[in-house]
């Protein structure tokens, strides 16, 4: 009995490691030219695919409008927006998905890799990934 207690509870904590082994959950985003937080995305799984929403802004109001959108996110709340979509995983990464800078409006093509549990690289680019930048995301725990 003991030893089934004992695997059952090793079982359990693979289990643990294995789900903390993922991007979804919400994460703070850190703005790459100054390395302040600027929001709380939710990463979540639609469709077996990968996609982000705003959940809170850190540096202005809840109410913010993304007036730089085109299409129907032109002037629509940035909280509660999809600004990442359609990443599938790749090898040890995800890939082929899009991103959206609700500053500017511009989609890009999008990568994102776990660094660790807690820790993220976004990165944005046009054409190829040597044409962007990255970002790093922390886990909000």
């Known amino acids: 009995m003991k030893k089934f207690i004992l695997f059952f509870a090793l079982l359990m904590s693979v ?3 294995s789900a ?5 959950g919400i994460w703070k985003t850190i703005d790459d030219n100054t390395g302040e937080a600027r929001s709380h995305l ?3 799984q639609k469709e077996g695919k990968l996609c982000a929403k705003i959940v809170k802004l850190l540096q202005k109001p809840a109410d913010t409008v993304c007036d730089s959108c085109s299409g129907d996110k032109k002037d629509q709340p940035l909280i509660g927006m999809e600004i990442m979509w359609d990443l599938e995983p790749y090898d040890d990464y995800w890939s082929y998905g899009k991103i959206m800078d609700p500053d500017t409006g511009k ?3 999008c990568n994102l890799e776990m660094e660790s549990v807690d820790k993220l690289t976004v990165r944005g680019y046009i054409g ?7 970002q790093e995301w ?3 725990k």
């Open 42 to 44: 939710e990463i979540y």
């Open 20 to 24: 903390q082994n993922t991007p979804v």
């Open 107 to 109: 989609v890009y093509k």
């Open 138 to 140: 922390l886990r909000v």
């Open 15 to 17: 289990g643990v490691v």
């Open 128 to 134: 190829f990934s040597l044409l962007g930048r990255s």
